[in-house]
């Protein structure tokens, strides 16, 4: 049965409608090999084995008795832990959240029952997506299935690392700067980020609502588009969704693609990036060149401004967003009589001393709960973030930081306009280096936040990216491309990136778990 989680989510639903193998005894596989392998990868936070497997039986039933089954078709999925699922514990990785039980599904987890997908539970992350290595979660680490020492990315290190590792054959993720494509390339799978209002983000608990995006992680192009079709299209719940139609992703996902010209960034040749990663996205180029591809080098000159951009205007966002978990309308809230006690012993102490200005600036009660339930409930990468972003949404230097920050944004897209003028995709690597060992950049947040490097003007744009496995270092460590479109062109996306799997097998390999 463990044969089964080899299989591609395609050969899978293939099998499943010719009535070799059921739902049930996949979702099977799928759960044994998570029993097996996660408690070394940490992959997930929390599994569903029974609600999987009766999800999958039903589904089962339906196909004997000839009734119509969705599009996934019993295909198991995980879901990162940052997309509301009702009745299921939902953490954002946080201990803010840790008790959190959304009473309704997002509308994605609302489209994957719908199209008949099994849900296998949820994947762990950097605290409300806030990260690039997964190190950041409140609850464990997640590990790199081709090296247990190494990070997976982030902040969907969980989404990718399952997938990986054969734990699921497709899992959600969420992209706000990249957290989708940089740990689908340090894994060695797909990783899908769509335009900004392609798919809803109704039941996603956000961290910067003008960047993050839900999207698809697989382990080929051709299973991506398949998950893209299910959660894709306008909801009214989402002000920001778009009513634009979505294409049959999975039909047109094997069209090729004729005349098509790629552009290749100047500036993403500079300092940083790792000799074998440059020497990887070159020898994809000439792959494309094989298809028939035109190469030419195109400019994105305020590419530079994205890294500064993008974590000025996240964490203003994230300080507004996070401002509602206050320990008094949502969140973690702290131990209330042990506060109060700790702040009447304070006050006498003050009292004693003669320090009646002491006494004057102690908190109110009201303002202490605030405090001390946010320093318990928010990891330090989160208070890092928030604090950055209501320093420069703050009287006197609004001006000087955000407002610029949203000028820049607006150059950047500008320079994403004109060179899809001249292109039909932005091609170049996906991160400056592979998968780097735990706990190194822990210490240096700018050394961690480069690791965004590539994949941040995406986000900025609004535009749709893919990361798809075009290489391996010299230790074997995974290598992916990245991909950009303009927007709600994914379906020109997958298809490039099929193109490049059928005449090359990087998609095919897979890590060697003890």
């Avoid at 209002?197 to 609502?209: I, T, W, Y």
């Avoid at 401004?305 to 401002?323: F, K, M, Q, V």
Wanted: some cysteine.
């Amino acid at each position: 049965m463990s044969s089964l989680t080899d299989q591609t989510a395609s050969e899978l639903l293939e099998r499943m409608r010719s009535g070799d193998v059921s739902a049930e005894q996949i979702a099977a596989a799928c759960l044994d090999r998570i029993a097996r392998h996660d408690p070394a990868v940490g992959a997930f936070l929390r599994v569903g084995g029974d609600e999987a497997l009766a999800a999958a039986a039903d589904v089962d039933r339906r196909r004997r008795g000839g009734q119509a089954v969705g599009l996934l078709g019993g295909l198991p999925v995980a879901v990162k832990d940052l997309i509301c699922v009702r009745g299921q514990v939902t953490t954002c990785g946080s201990r803010m959240l840790a008790n959190f039980v959304p009473p309704y599904d997002a509308t994605v987890v609302e489209r994957l029952r719908a199209a008949d997908g099994v849900l296998l539970g949820k994947t762990n992350l950097d605290e409300f997506g806030m990260g690039g290595s997964t190190e950041n979660s409140a609850f464990h680490p997640t590990r790199n299935p081709w090296d247990l020492e190494r990070i997976p990315g982030g902040s969907s290190g969980g989404a990718a690392a399952c997938v990986a590792a054969r734990m699921a054959p497709l899992s959600l993720g969420t992209d706000t700067g990249g957290s989708i494509r940089q740990p689908s390339a340090l894994c060695g799978v797909v990783g899908l980020k769509p335009t900004y209002g392609r798919v809803s983000r109704f039941g996603l608990v956000a961290f910067a609502s003008s960047l993050d995006q839900i999207g698809p992680l697989a382990r080929t192009a051709e299973d991506a588009a398949l998950l893209l079709e299910a959660i894709a299209g306008h909801d009214p719940r989402d002000s920001t969704s778009a009513p634009a139609p979505v294409p049959p992703y999975s039909q047109t996902v094997r069209q090729p693609l004729s005349g098509l010209r790629l552009g290749r960034v100047r500036e993403h040749y500079g300092e940083g990036l790792d000799e074998q990663l440059a020497a990887a996205t070159e020898q994809a180029l000439d792959v494309y060149r094989s298809l028939g591809a035109q190469i030419r080098d195109v400019s994105l000159p305020h590419s530079r401004y994205a890294i500064a951009t993008y974590y000025i205007i996240a964490p203003c966002e994230a300080s507004s967003n996070l401002a509602r978990y206050d320990g008094a309308h949502y969140g973690h809230r702290t131990d209330e009589r042990q506060m109060r006690a700790d702040l009447r012993q304070e006050q006498r102490r003050l009292e004693a001393a003669g320090d009646t200005a002491g006494v004057d600036q102690l908190d109110t009660p009201l303002v202490r709960l605030y405090r001390q339930s946010r320093a318990e409930g928010f990891g330090a990468e989160v208070k890092r973030r928030i604090m950055l972003g209501t320093y420069a949404l703050s009287a006197g230097y609004y001006d000087a930081y955000y407002l610029k920050a949203l000028k820049t944004r607006r150059l950047i897209r500008g320079d994403y306009d004109q060179a899809f003028a001249e292109v039909d995709l932005i091609v170049g690597p996906c991160t400056p280096t592979a998968a780097f060992p735990l706990g190194a950049k822990l210490n240096d947040p700018l050394a961690m936040y480069l690791g965004d490097l590539y994949t941040v003007g995406t986000n900025l744009a609004g535009l749709a990216g893919i990361s798809i496995p075009c290489g391996a270092t010299r230790e074997g460590w995974p290598i992916g491309l990245h991909l950009q479109a303009p927007a709600f062109e994914e379906d020109r996306l997958l298809r490039a990136a099929y193109m490049f799997q059928q005449v090359t097998a990087w998609h095919q390999r897979r890590p060697d778990l003890p």
